[in-house]
């Protein structure tokens, strides 16, 4: 093996090192912020509305494809109702 040969491997060595670092991290970064919504019991979820406060007019609520279908929140885990309540209700503005 010649010298260009060997700074070639190097190369390559340090581009499979950087993906194979660089990757998990991201993934795990994504996973982090999924996992640090709270859990439905946390923020005593309901899917019922509490009068007229209602995850449709939260402005946490991320809606699903019809106005209708669940959808999901910025700060709750899981399906969300548009028609469900929390203790983290937050009225749009
Ligand atoms: S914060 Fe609570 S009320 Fe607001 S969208 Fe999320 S689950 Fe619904």
Redesign the pocket.
């Known amino acids: 093996m010649n010298y260009r040969q060997k700074k070639l491997t190097r190369r390559e060595l340090i581009k499979f090192l950087a993906i194979g670092i660089t990757f998990p991290l991201m993934t795990g970064a994504i996973n982090k912020a999924e996992a640090a919504k709270a859990p439905k019991t946390v923020?005593k979820?309901q899917d019922n509305p509490n009068r007229n406060?209602?995850?449709s007019n939260?402005m946490?609520?991320i809606p699903g494809k019809t106005p209708q279908a669940n959808g999901e929140?910025?700060?709750?885990e899981g399906r969300?109702s548009p028609e469900?309540?929390?203790t983290?209700?937050?009225p749009k503005a």
């Not at 929140?73 to 709750?76: A, D, E, L, S």
């Open positions: 923020v979820y406060e209602k995850c939260c946490q609520f929140c910025k700060i709750v969300i469900g309540w929390c983290a209700y937050t």
